[in-house]
Protein backbone atom coordinates (compact mmCIF):
# COMPACT_ATOMS: atom_id res chain seq x y z
CA UNK A 1 0.00 0.00 0.00
CA UNK A 2 1.39 3.53 -1.12
CA UNK A 3 0.98 6.41 1.41
CA UNK A 4 0.49 9.55 -0.33
CA UNK A 5 2.21 12.91 1.30
CA UNK A 6 0.84 16.07 0.50
CA UNK A 7 3.85 18.36 -0.56
CA UNK A 8 4.32 22.18 -1.03
CA UNK A 9 4.46 23.98 -4.39
CA UNK A 10 7.90 24.86 -2.79
CA UNK A 11 9.13 21.68 -2.67
CA UNK A 12 7.58 20.29 -6.20
CA UNK A 13 9.42 20.50 -9.45
CA UNK A 14 8.80 23.17 -11.93
CA UNK A 15 7.09 20.34 -14.21
CA UNK A 16 4.67 19.32 -10.85
CA UNK A 17 3.67 22.51 -10.08
CA UNK A 18 2.50 23.04 -13.73
CA UNK A 19 0.84 20.15 -13.95
CA UNK A 20 -0.82 20.85 -10.34
CA UNK A 21 -2.13 24.35 -12.00
CA UNK A 22 -3.38 22.89 -14.80
CA UNK A 23 -5.14 20.19 -13.14
CA UNK A 24 -7.09 22.68 -11.06
CA UNK A 25 -7.46 25.50 -13.49
CA UNK A 26 -8.92 22.33 -16.05
CA UNK A 27 -11.35 21.16 -13.05
CA UNK A 28 -12.95 24.76 -12.57
CA UNK A 29 -13.47 25.48 -16.08
CA UNK A 30 -15.25 22.21 -16.58
CA UNK A 31 -17.22 23.05 -13.55
CA UNK A 32 -17.94 26.18 -14.94
CA UNK A 33 -19.43 24.79 -17.91
CA UNK A 34 -21.48 22.55 -16.33
CA UNK A 35 -22.68 25.51 -13.82
CA UNK A 36 -23.91 27.37 -16.96
CA UNK A 37 -25.26 24.58 -18.50
CA UNK A 38 -27.72 24.24 -15.06
CA UNK A 39 -28.04 27.63 -15.48
CA UNK A 40 -25.91 28.54 -12.11
CA UNK A 41 -24.37 31.72 -14.16
CA UNK A 42 -22.90 33.66 -10.35
CA UNK A 43 -21.55 30.16 -9.93
CA UNK A 44 -19.58 29.71 -13.47
CA UNK A 45 -18.57 32.91 -13.24
CA UNK A 46 -16.84 32.64 -9.73
CA UNK A 47 -15.26 29.46 -11.30
CA UNK A 48 -13.57 31.11 -14.16
CA UNK A 49 -12.37 34.19 -11.74
CA UNK A 50 -10.39 31.62 -9.46
CA UNK A 51 -8.95 29.91 -12.61
CA UNK A 52 -7.84 33.07 -14.18
CA UNK A 53 -6.48 34.02 -11.15
CA UNK A 54 -4.78 30.83 -10.52
CA UNK A 55 -3.65 31.37 -13.94
CA UNK A 56 -2.07 34.40 -13.43
CA UNK A 57 -0.32 33.66 -10.64
CA UNK A 58 3.97 33.58 -11.19
CA UNK A 59 4.68 30.39 -9.23
CA UNK A 60 8.49 30.61 -10.78
CA UNK A 61 9.17 33.51 -8.70
CA UNK A 62 9.12 34.01 -4.81
CA UNK A 63 8.15 32.34 -1.62
CA UNK A 64 5.71 34.64 -1.42
CA UNK A 65 3.30 33.06 -4.64
CA UNK A 66 4.12 30.29 -3.99
CA UNK A 67 2.26 30.55 -0.51
CA UNK A 68 -0.63 33.05 -2.38
CA UNK A 69 -0.83 29.95 -5.86
CA UNK A 70 -1.50 27.47 -2.66
CA UNK A 71 -3.95 29.24 -0.85
CA UNK A 72 -5.60 29.93 -4.51
CA UNK A 73 -5.15 25.94 -5.78
CA UNK A 74 -6.86 24.89 -1.96
CA UNK A 75 -9.95 27.36 -3.14
CA UNK A 76 -9.51 25.92 -6.56
CA UNK A 77 -9.97 22.77 -5.40
CA UNK A 78 -12.72 23.39 -2.77
CA UNK A 79 -14.68 25.28 -4.75
CA UNK A 80 -15.00 22.31 -7.40
CA UNK A 81 -15.33 19.90 -4.51
CA UNK A 82 -18.84 22.05 -3.33
CA UNK A 83 -19.99 22.89 -6.74
CA UNK A 84 -19.63 18.94 -7.97
CA UNK A 85 -21.23 17.82 -4.70
CA UNK A 86 -24.02 20.19 -4.84
CA UNK A 87 -24.74 19.42 -8.34
CA UNK A 88 -24.83 15.80 -7.88
CA UNK A 89 -27.20 16.71 -5.38
CA UNK A 90 -29.65 17.94 -7.67
CA UNK A 91 -28.85 15.18 -9.71
CA UNK A 92 -30.00 12.53 -7.64
CA UNK A 93 -33.47 14.12 -6.53
CA UNK A 94 -34.38 15.15 -10.13
CA UNK A 95 -33.52 11.64 -10.87
CA UNK A 96 -35.50 10.54 -7.87
CA UNK A 97 -39.23 10.53 -8.72
CA UNK A 98 -40.30 9.83 -5.25
CA UNK A 99 -38.01 12.56 -3.46
CA UNK A 100 -39.43 15.00 -1.64
CA UNK A 101 -39.23 18.18 -2.56
CA UNK A 102 -36.01 20.18 -1.97
CA UNK A 103 -35.26 23.59 -0.70
CA UNK A 104 -34.17 25.95 -3.10
CA UNK A 105 -29.97 26.01 -2.81
CA UNK A 106 -28.74 29.75 -1.92
CA UNK A 107 -26.33 30.77 -4.30
CA UNK A 108 -22.80 31.59 -2.93
CA UNK A 109 -21.12 34.25 -4.49
Request: proline share 2%; charged share 25%; glycine share 6%.
Amino acid sequence: MTIMNGRTLNEMSSGERHDMVSLVVDALESVAEDADGRGDHQSARNAIYLACSIRGCEIETSTDMLRAAEILLEQGISYVASLSERFNGVSDEVDDIDAPLAQPLRRLH
